[in-house]
């Protein structure tokens, strides 16, 4: 069994590639992955009607982190460890998913008027039999409803988001796992909503920042209790 790079409480981390990693975690040991994997905003995004790059080119070359975008087996690793998925961006990599009814969507916008920016987001789920739902956090442009630190992360999801839907799709007795981690956003979900979590990141910057919000999510807890 690999020994977390770092752990406390119920939460686990693991500095390394996924591809590395996730082979070495028992399969069906993870309850739900929830993630929002890289999928190429630093590539140009000459795209199509379903979010497909058409174009390679790049824009950008402070993003290579975001380069490291995952392929079949990644996904096949994914489904290996975990009875259930969600997965953020899967418009992306449509050709990893089976057919579900229920799918995610974030309303970005809520009352806001109309502004030059994406108005929802939304996630494929495994869970074929439910009817899919939509969450309204505001997070356009310079408004947000989110109270969370700025990390940096140019994809960083909300914690509220999380949060509500960890409530929704998981038991508190369950074990998350979020293999594209970033700045940690899910675990800190996971400590505030009683989950275990395992996270798995490969840039260090984004690792220590993740290190940092769940050390606070933690500690916010036992002053609570």
Known sequence: MITPTWQAGDVKLYLGDCLEILPQLEAGSVD?????PPYGIGINRNANNFGVATNTSRQATDLEWDDKIPDKAHFSQIFRVSKNQIVFG???????FYSSQCYIIWDKRGSLPPVPFCDTEFA???????MSKRYVIVNHGFIRDSKDER???PTQKPTELMKQILVDFSEPSDTILDPFMG?????VACVQTGRKGIGIEIEEKYFDIAVKRIQQAQLQIRMEL
């Open 90 to 96: 899967a418009n992306y990599f449509w050709d990893n």
């Open 183 to 187: 700045s940690g956003t899910t675990l």
């Open 151 to 153: 990390t940096d992360h």
């Open 124 to 130: 494929w789920t495994s869970f074929v039999k439910r």
């Open 32 to 36: 739900l992955v929830l993630t929002d």
